[in-house]
């Protein structure tokens, strides 16, 4: 590809499915610095639109938002014709494992029918560079850690079934129409926020993740966490997983668009630190950056846990040039700086100066 076409593609916008969200809002922050246009589709199921507000505040450009749904294919086709759209990111779904064991035909229609929609409208526009919000959960309880890309995967739950599924319909995707360029990024924990604290991740109710209830036990919205067991086959007896800076992350993206854009083909590649950290670790990293005490308990395992879990991220550094940058320090810093300043999230949406 030509340098001339890579530039001209450079300036077509970035469609961010799903960008109002956690990471997304992160991500489109990222591309809007790095110069990229975008224009985000959300249909705020799981967002607020003053995640973009604020973001644009950061920015200083803009970060327009079409509030609808991926599965709706006239508003795709008439989205596709109006706008200059050169490639997707993908990160629109559903992410509560308990919720999709519980209502597992929701996941299946939003993450896996709904990227069928969106897939075959882009097809249809010429759109052909996407790059998938993927999860380490596709690849279910480890046999050996560090994961690499290779290990089996077999999730060992719905919503890890929908995101495995998806995988497989790109690749063959990729291999049926070798124009389609194709980035899969397996997420390990994402976690942190923003450093000017005007965004982050607000869990709507009461908070799955192990860090946003941590930092709302901080900030005194909750009494105390809940540690899932404490005789996991792990040093100090807690889970172990590989946390990554959302900003970290959000620069994995800009990563796999430059690839997207030059390479046509699939690509899986996972974004973790490749360094394992226990909930104990975490607790205690909280408690220094936020000042705050984090009172807990050990209590049951929850269903469906796995004992430890870190990538091996060298195939994003040979592919991508990516690595993580950021540790669990600046994860907790951060992270409490946007609780400890929108105690509510984005409820209540002023936003603080
Ligand atoms: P999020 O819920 O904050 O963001 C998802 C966004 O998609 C939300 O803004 C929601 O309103 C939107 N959305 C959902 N269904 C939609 C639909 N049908 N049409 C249009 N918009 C829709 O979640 P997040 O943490 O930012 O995750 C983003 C992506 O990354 C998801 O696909 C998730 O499965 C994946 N992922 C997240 C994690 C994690 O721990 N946060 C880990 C691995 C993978
Ligand atoms: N944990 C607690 N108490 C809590 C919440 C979590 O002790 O209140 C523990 C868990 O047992 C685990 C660790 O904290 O050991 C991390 O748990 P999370 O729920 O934050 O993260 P998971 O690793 O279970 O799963 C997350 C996402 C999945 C995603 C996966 C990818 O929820 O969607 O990371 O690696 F697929």
Not at 152 to 172: A, F, H, I, Q
Not at 205 to 211: K, R, T
Not at 248 to 266: N, Q, S, T, W, Y
Not at 283 to 289: D, I
Request: charged share 20%; glycine share 12%.
């Amino acid at each position: 590809m030509g340098d001339g076409r890579q530039a001209a593609q450079a300036r077509a916008t970035v469609l961010v499915t799903g960008g109002a969200g956690y990471i997304g809002s992160h991500t489109v922050l990222a591309l809007l610095q790095a110069g990229w246009p975008v224009l985000v589709l959300d249909n705020l199921c799981n967002a607020s639109a003053e995640s973009l507000r604020r973001v644009e505040r950061i920015a200083g450009r803009p970060a327009p938002l079409v509030v609808g749904d991926i599965r709706d294919e006239a508003l795709l086709d008439d989205l596709l014709a109006r706008h200059q759209i050169g490639s997707v990111l993908h990160f629109a779904g559903l992410k509560a494992v308990g919720e999709s064991v519980a209502r597992p035909l929701d996941y299946y229609a939003n993450n896996v029918a709904g990227t069928g929609v969106l897939l075959r409208c882009l097809g249809r526009a010429g759109v052909r560079r996407f790059v998938f919000s993927s999860s380490a959960t596709v690849y279910g309880d480890p046999e050996t850690v560090p994961l690499h890309e290779e290990a089996r995967t077999g999730p060992t739950n719905p919503y890890g079934r929908s995101k495995w599924m998806v995988e497989m319909m790109l690749e063959d995707l990729a291999a049926a129409e070798p124009d389609w360029a194709v980035g899969i990024l397996r997420y390990f924990n994402p976690v942190g926020a923003h450093e000017s604290g005007l965004i982050g991740e607000d869990p709507a109710g009461i908070p799955n993740n192990l860090m946003p209830f941590v930092a709302q036990v901080a900030v005194g919205r909750r009494e105390h966490l809940g540690v899932f067991g404490g005789d996991w086959p792990t040093a100090d007896g807690t889970g172990v997983r590989d946390y990554i800076h959302v900003v970290d992350l959000a620069r994995g993206h800009l990563a796999a668009l430059e690839r997207v854009h030059a390479h046509a083909g699939a690509f899986t590649v996972n974004l973790g630190t490749g360094k394992g950290f226990s909930v104990l670790e975490m607790v205690h990293a909280f408690e220094r950056a936020s000042g705050r005490p984090v009172p807990y308990r050990v209590v049951e395992r929850r269903a469906g846990d796995i004992a430890e879990c870190w990538a091996d991220p060298r195939r994003a550094l040979e592919l991508l040039g990516w690595r993580a940058e950021l540790g669990i320090e600046r994860m907790c810093e951060d992270a409490w700086r946007w609780q400890s300043r929108n105690p509510d999230g984005y409820r209540g949406a002023t936003a603080p100066g």
